[in-house]
């Protein structure tokens, strides 16, 4: 079974940024990302991707954007461009067995149904912006690990067993 994983920086107001950047940006946070992150396929928008400004090595990148044919994939880049999160999610799911959604905010939203962990840096200040990380509801969500790290953790959540997955 795939692992769908949700990893972001949440401000406490739920806040990833303003549509062109995200607000924090903490060394020891992008070092946990690349960690995690290498090696698997990552989803993102074609925002997010245009804001990283790159293709992150060592990673699968999919966009997802209304006009895939528009996104210029440089010789020897593996990445693709796809027009839904569900097919980003399907391709993603055939070349590896966990799958990183890495925004933005309607990313996150589009693929919440199908996403099975949340990995997050949760950062203790508010931040102004408009695009925002869905929220956790705790009837789905777990907390299942806290990092503790000054001005953030670092916080994993497992969804719960539903009624008929129950033993």
Request: net charge negative; charged share 25%.
């Amino acid at each position: 079974m795939t692992s769908f994983i949700a990893i972001a920086i949440v401000a406490a107001n739920g806040v990833l940024g303003d549509g062109e950047k995200q607000p924090f940006e903490f060394a020891e946070d992008w070092a946990r990302y690349k960690r995690v992150t290498l090696g698997h396929p990552m989803i993102m928008g074609r925002r997010t991707h245009d804001a990283i400004g790159r293709f992150l090595p060592g990673r699968t990148t999919i966009i997802v954007t209304r006009r895939p044919e528009t996104v210029e994939i440089p010789d020897g880049v593996d990445a693709y461009a796809v027009a839904s999160v569900d097919a980003a999610l399907d391709l993603a799911a055939s070349l590896d067995d966990v799958v990183y959604v890495a925004g933005g905010g309607e990313i996150y939203r589009q693929a919440w149904p199908r996403l099975t962990e949340l990995d997050l840096t949760e950062v203790h200040a508010e931040a102004s912006g408009h695009v925002t990380f869905p929220e956790i509801d705790p009837t789905r969500w777990v907390e299942t690990r806290r990092e503790p790290l000054g001005p953030f953790d670092f916080v994993g959540y497992g969804q719960l067993a539903t009624r008929g997955e129950q033993s």
